[in-house]
């Protein structure tokens, strides 16, 4: 791994500059283009976390005498903030789309590919065209009927805007057969009836399989014939070379048959095409004029270009991003898995945190600003990246900061008995370190945390924005001190409290108290618990024959 404290240190000072401290969580990402690898990350944040703490220390008239030798390290590398590339061919009235199937709510980790569309169709000031990808699927990957009204939600609150008319592929299937025909016509597909053994090794052995050998005749014979057969007997496939160097591009299937039934059409139809031949037809008869889509689809892209020079038509620009793994969000992201996952209970819905769904993180708090500049920083780029998920909370972070009131929630709650504690009615707590207001408290019982209790027992320690104590070794002992030193840890703690929990990106719930401050905050307000991290209130809610006050915890 190559030295990189040049630019982290410029990356941290631009960064300091612009947001009044750095932060190591927006710096990573910037070393991506200079060549760090991700495995790497681990190595290199030690020396990351030094930068930023010298950086935080400096004043800022220190900061720019600092960067203006820096700079050079970073700006022949890193375009203006939100920038995106321009695109090859890019004259006229441009075309996008975005086409998601409606498997699940979109999630944090395919919904790139659609914000880079729509932040291109804002560029260029071109259309954007929603095209639900409602073909029927696979018994792993169906479509849900719920999922047409999340997908529409996420978009909205996302912010992306498309075509007033929505197109949907399960309304273009008589569409499709007429070019199926015409494939068939022109001895480019055929129907197979050879059983997935014989198929694989076809493939592999680069052997042309029996049925292809009919002429165009027998084949439109055979296609009308799969519209009375049963699921798996036949299928409609493309004639390619067989002796292609990727043997997954020889012979691609068309259309197959399914006698599932389709949330939109019932079982109107059962020989249905796959995303690729769809893709291939809508983007020539839609006019798209730019497909951007993640190297997973360089297949499909391939196929859709086969596809359009059989017809004579012109390609539009296919330009393929790298996949993006975020780190930090526990096992690959995946709709269908999330699907599985809330049909068994497991989790409590489309929201549920564990999804990482769009829905599930509005729900915890975080803005749809914080979402659009996290994609525009991934940037538009061919190459695989791993960005950590603390790069969306840094940016989330200074977008709410000051906007966010501070409160106490204490978790697992014990009472101190503090000897000789002085006797304090109110205290008057500040509800953000850079405003004037503060709320107030009483002092008069005092509740910590388990966890401290036993991590700082027998030392002492100072209780936030009220006085020092030393802890004792039993459970709830502790004595006042009359020092004022504040170079000891500090802790939080509540006095006034209602009963209140915290759900955790994890799906559990952190069960405690939180001072009465609360009471006042009307739902969806995010707020920052002190010590603890940001969260959005959910409610007052039932839990058993008790109320509790509800969050989502948003991050630290």
């Not at 791994?1 to 960064?15: D, F, V």
């Not at 065209?129 to 029927?136: C, E, R, W």
């Amino acid at each position: 791994m190559r030295n990189l404290e040049k630019e982290i240190l410029g990356y941290a000072l631009k960064n300091a500059i612009e947001f009044g401290k750095a932060d190591a969580g927006r710096i990573i990402p910037k070393l991506f283009q200079h060549g760090l690898k991700k495995e790497e990350i681990g190595e290199i944040m030690n020396d990351v976390k030094l930068i930023v703490d010298n950086v935080n220390s400096m004043t800022d008239e220190e900061r720019k005498k600092e960067f203006e030798k820096a700079e050079k390290n970073i700006k022949t590398i890193e375009r203006k903030e939100g920038e995106l590339p321009e695109l090859p061919n890019a004259d006229g009235k441009l075309v996008f789309r975005i086409a998601p199937f409606p498997s699940g709510d979109l999630h944090i980790g395919n919904v790139r590919a659609f914000m880079a569309n729509a932040l291109y169709a804002e560029k260029y000031k071109g259309k954007l065209l929603l095209v639900i990808d409602d073909t029927i699927g696979s018994e792993e990957k169906q479509v849900l009927p719920e999922a047409y009204d999340l997908i529409k939600e996420s978009l909205k609150w996302l912010g992306i805007k498309y075509d007033k008319k929505i197109i949907y592929k399960s309304d273009r299937i008589k569409i499709y057969y007429e070019y199926a025909e015409e494939l068939i016509e022109k001895g480019k597909a055929y129907v197979c009836h050879c059983s997935q053994e014989v198929l694989k090794n076809n493939r592999e052995k680069g052997i042309e399989c029996a049925c292809r050998q009919a002429n165009e005749k027998e084949q439109l014979k055979r296609w009308k014939e799969m519209f009375n057969e049963k699921e798996g007997m036949a299928i409609l496939r493309i004639k390619t070379d067989m002796q292609h160097p990727n043997p997954a591009f020889r012979d691609r299937v068309l259309f197959k048959i399914s006698e599932r039934t389709h949330p939109r059409v019932g079982n109107k139809y059962k020989v249905w095409p796959t995303l690729e031949m769809t893709w291939a037809i809508d983007d020539h008869l839609l006019g798209i004029t730019h497909v951007i889509r993640g190297n997973d689809l360089l297949m499909e892209s391939e196929m859709e270009k086969y596809i359009w020079d059989i017809f004579g038509w012109k390609h539009p620009e296919i330009i393929h991003t790298g996949l993006i793994k975020i780190e930090g969000t526990g096992e690959k992201l995946s709709k269908s898995k999330a699907q599985k996952e809330i049909e068994s209970g497991e989790f409590t819905g489309h929201d549920d945190p564990r999804t990482w769904s769009i829905h599930s993180l509005k729900r915890r708090g975080l803005t749809k600003e914080a979402i659009r500049e996290f994609i525009k920083e991934m940037s538009i780029s061919s190459n695989d990246v791993t960005v950590p998920i603390e790069t969306l909370y840094s940016i989330n972070r200074s977008l709410i900061d000051k906007s966010s009131e501070r409160h106490s929630f204490i978790y697992k709650p014990i009472e101190l008995e503090i000897k000789g504690k002085p006797k304090i009615k109110l205290v008057y707590i500040p509800i953000h370190p850079e405003k004037k207001i503060k709320r107030k408290t009483k002092a008069d019982k005092i509740f910590i945390s388990e966890e401290d209790f036993k991590n700082l027992k027998g030392t002492e320690i100072r209780l936030l924005h009220l006085y020092n104590i030393k802890l004792g070794e039993k459970a709830g002992e502790a004595e006042f001190t009359s020092s004022e030193n504040k170079e000891i840890p500090k802790i939080n703690w509540v006095s006034e409290n209602v009963p209140a929990r915290v759900l955790l990106p994890n799906g559990i719930w952190a069960e405690g108290i939180a001072g009465v401050s609360i009471k006042s905050l009307k739902k969806d307000r995010v707020i920052q618990f002190e010590r603890t991290g940001f969260a959005r209130f959910d409610g007052k809610k039932k839990n058993g024959k008790n109320e509790v006050y509800e969050f989502w915890f948003a991050h630290k």
